[in-house]
């Protein structure tokens, strides 16, 4: 069996999952759990699909997708929450800080404003 029809039957075993439970108690009450049902998921998986090598493989790489999917997930959902600008701006303000002088900076020896200091004879 090849990794590819391993990977498509862990990616419809988790999206069938999501998709009962998001009927069933809701979609941000799974991403609120997200720590509960990552480990249900693997736990209900391997235990059904215990008879073979590829059916641990699947629930292995199952368990995989769905930490993916909800880690995605809550992160959509609290930057959501707190609103798509806000969060770029704090992305933003880490990443790129301002570089630029807040004035700019004077000439001692040009700028009549600024003290000349003599060093020597």
């Known amino acids: ?3 590819d029809l391993v990977l498509l ?15 069933i108690i809701g979609l941000r009450t799974i991403l609120r759990h997200a720590t509960l049902i990552d480990v249900g998921f693997a736990l209900i998986a391997g235990f059904a699909l ?3 090598t590829v059916g641990i493989l699947i629930a292995i790489v199952g368990g995989l997708v769905m ?9 959509l959902l609290r930057a ?11 992305r933003s303000r880490t990443f ?3 570089v630029t002088p807040q004035e700019p900076r004077r000439d001692p020896y040009t700028d009549p404003a600024m003290p000349h200091v003599d060093f020597g004879p």
Request: charged content about 15%; proline content about 0%.
């Open 67 to 75: 930490a993916l999917v909800l880690q995605t997930g809550r992160a």
């Open 80 to 90: 959501y929450d707190r609103g798509f600008d806000a969060a770029m701006q704090a």
């Open 1 to 3: 069996m090849s990794i």
């Open 50 to 52: 215990h008879g073979s």
């Open 9 to 23: 039957m862990a990616i419809a075993a988790v999206a069938s999952a999501l998709v009962l439970l998001g009927r």
């Open 96 to 98: 790129w800080r301002d």
